[in-house]
């Protein structure tokens, strides 16, 4: 069975209106989110600023929250409830309690939202204590957070019920893979839950006096880091399953799918630190320990690099290109729902060697907080993974309301792909080179009081509002195409692209899908990691801080 029909019978309208309203929220967050991201790099450019008095960090704790952490989010759980109901199948009271996610995290967020909005939470995405926000802030976040939990324990509970009913059969490799994304998730975001409702909450509300910073800042990178795996395993779980369906091949192999996985879910958690190598107060060998346990996540990587350009060479050769990169020149380039993928698979070779820097503690030393770190993410999730999404969205949006990806509308895909490549490509050369001359970010225009270096940025900055304005074009674009699949594309049946194993595919170990090995591991690694520089940092902490409110928190 090559699972063909499967992947073209259209899911049942109360089943497709669950996910679409997931995408809507998606869209509508780019949308608002990219004018954020336009309207910064013009007030950097130092030409432009800001009418009614609006501030740069009231639009930038937008930016940050509704990309990073909204439309990321919704994205995902749309899209993995969708492989969920494919793979395994969705029952009624599962898909009541996706409505009891869905609304949960929508309530959040626009408590959130509007918080921020009337200047009451300018606190940036990572919400830094002492800086405090609006108390509705951080009660938006958590119930963005616990609705999100119920996603994941429905998708657990999909599976279960799947098992159960299939007894000694392995799961569906996308089952697995989302099944491994919502676990890292759920250990990961317990520590940022602990953090808003036991530290923030009660400090903000005036319940507590002061707060502990370094605790506060410890938990939130404990999430943190896990947060980018969280956007990237949903990329990688089309890049595994999805792509080869699209490039017409089969699967590379379902054992070293899983587990690379696996090891993304070990190695994804115990590493936190590696966001705080300029912060007193933590041990500098467990910093070391976390950075090693850091670089271990190249060996997944590698294999997920590894088996890709393997399936893609191997699915060419099957059609008969036999010279050395023949097949490289009849991948499907055409196809917007591989080629937007792909290049965001190549934005990851300079995204990820950026990433390596990042985590060395002698170079993160130069770059640590200046705007090369906003250049290397948004090559990461601003690329690599948005790309990805937009091209899982191609096909997933209508396949969702039954509608066609027309030619006209893949090849404005195309262009869409190409004008993003373009005003990323200047954005973020810009970004990576401004902060290697020193530029900071998370900073409105300043002359800094005439500094020679400064006049060195200027012109980066520039640089960036120019290719800011590229990316929002492409963003009103990306708006257009969704609007056209969501509504008006002509009615059809679009395929929902799920590679099949090869006949003579090796059997999938069963230790594979032994779950308490591998979160035992993971919390063995998590409890080795943090242990014992936790209680250091708690023992040792200096008095903690009451509440800032200017000059910028909240006014
Ligand atoms: C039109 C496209 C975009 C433009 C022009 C843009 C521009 C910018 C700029 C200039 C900054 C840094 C500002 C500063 O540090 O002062 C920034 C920060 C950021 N961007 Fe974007 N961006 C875009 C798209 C995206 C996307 C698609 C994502 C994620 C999906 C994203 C996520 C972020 C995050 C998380 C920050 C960090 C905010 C913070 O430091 O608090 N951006 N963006
Ligand atoms: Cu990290």
New binding site residues.
Partial sequence: MDGTENNLRLFPKKDARLYMSFMYVTFVS?LV??????L??FV?SGRFTLPFNIN?YTI??V??VI??LV??TFFILGFQFALMGKTVGISDKQRNAGWVSFWMMLVGTIMAAVTILVGEANV???FYAPLAAHPAFYIGLALVIIGSWVGAFTNFRQLYVWKKAHKGEKSPLLAFMVVINMLMWVIASLGVAIAVVVQFIPWSLGYTETINVLVSRTLFWYFGHPLVYF?LLPAYMAWYAIIPKIIGGKLFSDSLARLAFILLLMFSIPVGFHHQLTEPGIDPTWKFIQVVLTMMVVIPSLMTAFSIFATFEITGRKKGFSSLFGWFKKLPWGDVRFFAPFVGMAAFIPGGIGGIINASHQMNALVHNT?WI?GH??LT??TT??LTYFGIAYWLVPHLTGRRLTKQLNKLGIIQTIIWTV?MTI?STA?HIQGLLGG?????YSEYAGGAQVDTWIGYQLA?AI???I??I??LLMTYIFIKLAFFAPRGVEEFPIAAEDEDAQKTPKILENWYVWIGITIALIAFAYTIPMIDIIKHSPPGSVPFKWPIGRM
């Avoid at 900071?440 to 409105?444: K, Q």
Wanted: proline share 2%.
């Fill in positions: 780019l989110g990219g004018l954020m991201g336009l910064q790099t950097r740069y930038l704790t930016h940050g990309l990073g439309l990321t940036l995405y990572t956007w705007i906003t993410f948004h999730i601003a993974v948005i005003g954005m970004m900071p970010r998370r900073s409105a960036q290719g800011g304005t990316l929002f492409g963003i």
